[in-house]
C-alpha cells in the first residue's frame, strides 16, 4: 500500500493553491464576475477532486476516511457543464445562469443517484469494498 509521500504532497499543495486561487478569484470585483465566479467553482471542484485522489493514492487514508470513497467520480460529470458555462461566460457579455442550464448537471445528478446506496452503506461496508478493489 502507497502511503504519503513526495508526490502526495505536491498532489495537496496543488489543491491548497487551487483553493486559495478560487477564493481570490470569487472576491475579485472586477472584469467579468460570473465567469470569475464559474472559473472560481471550476478551482475549487478540481482542488476536491485531487485531495479525492490523493486520499485513493494513499490507499490507507482513504480507509480511514471510508466515507470520502466513490466521490470523485461524480465531481468528473460537473467540469463540462462548468467548462461550457465559463467558455459562455467569457465569449456572451449577457450570459447569465438560468433555471434551465440546471439540465446539463443532470448526468451528475444521475451519477450520484446510482452511488447512493453505496453512500449510505456502513463504513465498515465501505472499508470491505475498498480493499475489494484495490487488493
Known amino acids: 500500500m502507497q502511503t504519503f509521500n513526495w508526490v502526495a504532497i505536491l498532489l495537496l499543495v496543488g489543491a491548497a493553491h487551487g483553493l486559495f486561487l478560487a477564493v481570490t ?56 457543464p462548468l467548462f461550457y458555462f465559463y467558455i459562455k461566460a467569457m465569449t456572451t457579455s449577457t450570459f447569465k445562469l438560468r433555471k434551465q442550464h440546471g439540465l446539463h448537471f443532470i448526468p451528475f445528478l444521475i451519477c450520484v443517484a446510482y452511488l447512493t446506496p453505496y453512500y449510505l452503506q456502513s463504513a465498515e461496508a465501505k472499508i470491505r469494498h475498498i480493499l475489494a478493489d484495490h487488493g
Request: proline share 4%.
Open 25 to 80: 478569484l470569487f472576491n475579485l470585483r472586477r472584469g467579468n464576475g460570473t465567469a470569475n465566479r464559474i472559473f472560481a467553482l471550476i478551482l475549487t471542484v478540481f482542488a476536491i477532486s485531487i485531495v479525492l485522489h490523493t486520499l485513493a493514492y494513499t490507499h490507507q487514508h482513504l480507509l480511514q476516511y471510508p466515507h470520502l470513497s466513490k466521490i470523485e467520480p461524480t465531481l468528473l460529470f460537473l467540469f463540462g
